[in-house]
């Protein structure tokens, strides 16, 4: 452990304090900022739905408040997503003073790998997994039956699907970061792959809609990035001590 001077307990929670404030300041400042360019944002988001609706159909609003508070919605989680490096950035600031001083050197390498991960989970939920998921949920439309997402549905239903697939993307960071404090290794992780493939499927139905194609979408890349968590894990975690043949010999015998 690092030779600091424990802190006491309301030390940390001032810390805490204060990095909080950072991070809803900067939530703050991006609400601002893409509150201006909400109704752009909504029609971007909208993209992936229209295109696999009829092209005389429309999104829908059913109350009189809907479309201002869905606009205001907008505004505030692309504010997250616009504050990601500085959330992610505050947060490494908090646990670095546990941390030894090369491993705070690393601040600014996993602020930027972290955010890019992040933004790049996004990106493939709403490239990749918006168009099959709905076009399957618009085969369900027929003669009788005529689907009317409404603002306020469908905002909710992509971004948590858009915020679900950056925080898994963040998979192989973390437990590379793992790997590196020598709380994991290559070994434990091929060992536990069996299971950690089963739970990523029981992830993956808790997050997404009940179809299996969704599913098998998020789960799929989570599986691919485990796999990729363990080169990370072999490339900079701790090295795996080596048991000698003369030593398993021995203790054999």
Known sequence: ???????????????????????????????????VFSKKLFELLMLPLLKAMPPEEKLIYTGLPEAFFTYLKVAFFAGILLAIPVIMYQLWMFIAPGLYDKEKRLALPVVFLSSLFFVGGALFGYFVVFPFGFKFFMGFSSEYIRPLPSMKEYLSFSVKLLFAFGVVFELPLFVTFLA?????????????????????????????????ITQVMMAGPLILLYEISIFGAKIFGKKEPQVSTKETKETSG
Request: glycine share 4%; net charge positive; charged share 20%.
């Open 1 to 35: 452990m690092p030779e600091e001077e424990k802190l006491p307990f309301t030390a940390h929670l001032e810390e805490l304090r204060k990095r909080l404030i950072i991070c809803f300041s900067a939530i703050g400042v991006g609400f601002v900022v893409c509150y």
């Open 180 to 212: 590196k404090l020598g709380i994991v290794n290559v070994s434990f992780l091929r060992a536990k792959r069996k299971y950690a493939i089963l739970l990523f499927f029981v992830f993956a139905a808790i997050l997404t809609p009940p179809d299996v």
